[in-house]
């Protein structure tokens, strides 16, 4: 399980570390089991490290401004968790609660820090990686400003046989 | 890569330019209609036959679907496919009103009597009727079939849906077909090569040398009308071997040795030549005009010809191409080389609808005006966008076919 999830870390979740790099950050982690129905963080806590899910799924929870606990998804491991508490100080935005038995090994802030500190490359390739995963949402944030602004439409197939239309009649007509 | 592989590839890389979206592509790959059909009868000894007809009508947005019918035991969907798109993009590339389409039967016309063989076109048509027809798909002659076969189709048609000459073309002129269907590739092969040499500026077909790999309608006709030009043919093959000659080959009298002796080889005064070998010579221009795939990237590097004119079908693999495009040797594509064949098919098309005839000097004329127009687009896209031709005809045929589509509404 460590093998492949070591696998998944240095191929999709942070390409930006080698193999060698992954496996370091790893061995300084503590594993955390989670059984099912219970809470891996909360919502509001201060935020310690950072979870590298490992297995199982859990169901992201926020509280809405009425107080109401409103579901925004699921998550599936292998994955990461709580990578923003990992590079700023404040609470979590949201709660992680476990749908079946989780396995995560947590890496403490403090000792990314230290790490970030000492000059070690596994510890500023992750903080790299984590900026690429803190980008795309950004930008998928920045899209769906755009389509709220263009009054909460999103791309249609008719628009898109308009747009042909249209670069057919233009820049392609001879 | 299979035909229709081969056709999407250079489809593909002239949409990937134009920035179409992966589901316009889709769109405009896709076949309309595949059919295909049970073609059993009883045979002359009393056995029982079985064969399989195909038609795949690829596109119909510019109009009815036009395309031939081929008799081989290679034929199946995915050659249909392949080159029923094909017909698509050739027809939009010298913007004739037809869509593409292509078929046939999997059988081995030599093995059957020409009274088998038209039992098996009229049950062929028998099941086939009702999507073809004069405003809906026409079929042509292809490989191994003829003005004959077409005559048949036209009769058994017409036996079911009324006098309609004009569901198929390339009859016979005694039955409704056109004045110079038989040589019309060929002199479009020639009037494309005389635009295609003129706009790089190498001059005229007067006194450049000229080999032609394939000597059937299409090379003996193109042979013919490249003499007439004033060139020189100094390399002719057919599938038994080739002949070449250095100071030029007597073309008139080589129709006559080709006529008599039913191949190239053994005529006087020349030398042999293999068909490989044939294709490295070093010459003004090289035209395969027999088979597909034979320009590869085992030969493509040491092709000598200072420009290729494709007057066969895909006669060269994506993998020379890009190995042509290297070396800058500029490759006349099949889509606009080899379209004088269906032009003249639309002309057989409309005299049949008006029900009237035109002289050769008309279909002559139309011709060469259909294809010096279609070069000119050509030639137009090729330099502001700077690709190469074959990449410029499918922008022009895509842009057509698309325009065509949406206006049609989707």
């Known amino acids: 399980m460590a093998e492949d999830f070591l696998e998944v870390l240095c191929t999709t979740l942070c390409p930006t570390l080698s193999r060698a790099q992954g496996g370091a950050l790893l061995a300084a982690t503590e594993p955390v089991g989670v059984p099912a129905g219970e809470v891996a963080f909360r919502e509001g806590e201060v935020g310690k490290g950072l979870f590298f899910f490992v297995a199982g799924h859990v169901e992201i929870v926020q509280q809405r401004r009425d107080g109401a606990a409103q579901s925004v998804g699921v998550v599936k491991a292998p994955s990461l968790l709580g990578e923003i508490s990992l590079i700023m100080d404040g609470p979590h935005t949201a709660t992680a609660r476990a749908l079946s038995h989780c396995e995560f090994r947590f890496l403490a802030k403090e000792q990314f820090r230290r790490r970030i500190d000492a000059g070690d490359m596994a510890a500023h390739r992750l903080a790299l990686g984590i900026a690429a995963v803190i980008a795309r949402r950004l930008l998928r944030l920045n899209e769906t400003l755009l389509d709220m602004a263009a009054g909460g439409k999103v791309p249609a197939p008719v628009e898109e046989l308009d747009r042909l239309k249209q670069k057919l009649f233009s820049e392609w007509s001879f | ?410």
Not at chain 2, 25 to 47: A, F, H
Not at chain 2, 160 to 166: D, L, R, T, Y
Not at chain 2, 231 to 242: H, I, L, N, T
Request: charged share 20%; net charge neutral; hydrophobic share 40%.
């Open chain 2, 1 to 410: 890569m299979s035909g229709f592989e081969e056709v999407n590839y250079y489809f593909r890389r002239a949409a990937r330019i134009m920035d179409l979206s992966a589901r316009v592509e889709r769109m405009l790959i896709t076949p309309y209609r595949e059919v295909k059909v049970d073609v059993s009868l009883t045979l002359d000894n009393g056995d029982l036959g079985t064969f399989i007809g195909y038609r795949v009508q690829h596109d119909r947005s510019r109009g009815p679907m036009k395309g031939g019918l081929r008799y081989h035991p290679t034929v199946d969907m995915d050659e249909a496919l392949g080159l029923a798109s094909l017909m698509t993009w050739k027809t939009a590339v010298v913007n004739l009103p037809f869509g593409g389409a292509k078929g046939g039967i999997a059988v081995d016309p030599k093995t059957c009597s020409p009274r088998e063989l038209e039992r098996l076109t009229r049950r062929f048509v028998q099941q086939i009727h009702d999507i073809i027809g004069p405003h809906t798909d026409i079929p042509a002659p292809d490989v191994n079939t003829n003005a004959q076969v077409m005559a048949w189709i036209m009769d058994e048609y017409s036996m079911i849906h009324g006098f309609s000459p004009a569901v198929v073309t390339g009859k016979p002129v005694d039955l409704f077909g056109s004045k110079g269907r038989e040589e019309a590739t060929g002199r479009g092969v020639v009037v494309a090569t005389a635009e295609f040499l003129g706009d790089l500026g190498a001059g005229p077909i007067a006194g450049k040398t000229f080999a032609i790999q394939g000597f059937g309608n299409v090379g003996s006709w193109t042979a013919r009308f490249l003499h007439e030009a004033g060139g020189k043919v100094v390399a002719v093959s057919d599938s038994r071997g080739g002949i070449r000659n250095a100071a030029g080959l007597d073309i008139p009298a080589l129709l006559g040795h080709a006529a008599k002796a039913r191949t190239v080889t053994g005529f006087p005064g020349a030398s042999p030549v293999s068909n490989e070998e044939l294709l490295l010579l070093d010459v003004d221009v090289l035209i395969p005009s027999a088979l597909g795939g034979v320009l590869t990237k085992d030969n493509a590097h040491e092709v000598r010809a200072r420009h290729v004119v494709e007057a066969a079908n895909a006669p060269t693999t994506p993998e020379a191409d890009e190995i042509f495009q290297q070396r800058g040797i500029p490759v006349l594509p099949d889509i606009y080389a080899n379209a004088g064949g269906v032009t003249v098919s639309y002309f057989e098309w409309v005299q049949n609808i008006q029900q009237f005839t035109w002289e050769a000097d008309r279909i002559t004329a139309e011709l060469q005006r259909h294809m010096t127009e279609a070069y000119a687009t050509l030639a137009k896209v090729a330099r502001e966008r700077r690709v190469p031709l074959r990449t410029a005809a499918f922008i022009v045929a895509i842009g057509r076919v698309g325009r065509a589509t949406v206006l049609r509404g989707v």
